[in-house]
Nanobody, 114 residues
Framework: QVELVESGGGLVQPGGSLRLSCEASTNTSIFNTMGWYRQDPGKERELVAGITRTYRTNYADSVKGRFTISRDDAKNTMYLEMNSLKAEDTAVYLC????????WGQGTQVTVSS
């Protein structure tokens, strides 16, 4: 059974940085795509960033230039480096990995507030 576990969320001031991690219970190279969604109450779930098996990346317009997604298959871990954080980045961040189905982590809360 594949499990994904996020970590690295927390409270940060506007303009600050956080790095989220998503550790898989299996070798991450098996996933066709991995990525991050975020969910804020009252809003639709938003795809933040994705990375393919060949390391191609894509980002939501709202985070381009501020967030960087990466994966280290040797460590079975995917990362989301978040810089210049804004209040509107506040959400639960969920990682996923797609294979023949989509696997989800449990989510980690990111709160950007002064």
């Amino acid at each position: 059974q594949v499990e994904l576990v996020e970590s690295g969320g927390g409270l940060v001031q506007p303009g600050g940085s956080l790095r989220l991690s998503c550790e898989a219970s299996t070798n991450t190279s098996i996933f066709n795509t991995m990525g991050w969604y975020r969910q804020d109450p009252g809003k639709e779930r938003e795809l933040v960033a994705g990375i393919t098996r060949t390391y191609r990346t894509n980002y939501a317009d709202s985070v381009k230039g501020r967030f960087t997604i990466s994966r280290d298959d040797a460590k079975n871990t995917m990362y989301l480096e978040m810089n210049s954080l804004k209040a509107e980045d506040t959400a639960v961040y969920l990682c996923f990995g797609s294979l023949y189905r989509v696997y989800w982590g449990q989510g980690t809360q990111v709160t950007v507030s002064s």
